[in-house]
């Protein structure tokens, strides 16, 4: 691994300890603290429902989250952190379906997270994540991307959602 690389990951690795895990890992672990509840105290079968709904939104939370890093690091090179962003904007993979692919991932995670552990502190954390992401990607991240990369950031936003996915992904210029 040359030192372009190494520094490469290096720099993912900063990015993602001092948000992602902190959002994801840290606070829930306080919040969560030695009261959980898996299974809700349902009896069995009941019970499954929760923790399999739980485990489903953490792995696909945790599987878009593992997709929008290596999109980062080989696409856009850079990382997700505002001090690190990216160099290329990033219109290929699950950013053909939705803008803020990331943001949907760590909201999975925390809500699967409260439902598995049957935590209400932590669905509080969940929707004050999406709360903050909802007023933050317009007033503040948008504007620096439409700075960074213009009207091909102008293009794409005409054409993939900010939150919601669209049904078929978005060509742009033959990408597919």
Same mark, same amino acid.
């Given at each position: ?25 840290? /606070?829930?672990?306080?919040? &969560?603290?030695?009261? +959980?509840? $898996?299974?809700? *105290?349902?009896?069995?079968? %009941?019970?499954? !429902? =929760? ?46 379906? /939705?803008?803020?692919?990331? &943001?949907?991932?760590? +909201?999975? $995670?925390?809500? *699967?997270?409260?439902?598995? %552990?049957?935590? !209400? =502190? ?55």
């Amino acid at each position: 691994m040359d030192g372009k690389s190494r520094s490469g990951i290096l720099r993912q690795i900063a990015a993602i300890l001092a948000l992602p895990f902190v959002v994801t890992i840290i /606070v829930p672990t306080l919040l &969560i603290g030695r009261d +959980f509840n $898996i299974g809700w *105290g349902l009896s069995f079968p %009941f019970n499954l !429902l =929760p923790i399999g709904l739980g485990i489903a939104l953490l792995c696909g939370g945790l599987w878009l989250f593992v997709m929008t890093i290596r999109l980062f690091f080989n696409v856009g090179q850079g990382t997700l952190a505002p001090w690190d962003p990216t160099r290329h904007l990033v219109v290929v993979g699950v950013y053909r379906y /939705v803008r803020n692919p990331m &943001i949907s991932g760590v +909201f999975s $995670i925390l809500l *699967g997270k409260a439902i598995l %552990f049957g935590s !209400l =502190p932590v669905l509080i954390w969940a929707l004050v994540f999406m709360a903050v992401n909802m007023i933050y990607m317009p007033l503040i991240e948008e504007p620096g991307l439409r700075d960074r990369f213009g009207a091909e950031y102008d293009e794409y936003v005409r054409h993939v959602p900010r939150w919601l996915p669209r049904r078929r992904p978005w060509t742009h210029d033959g990408i597919s």
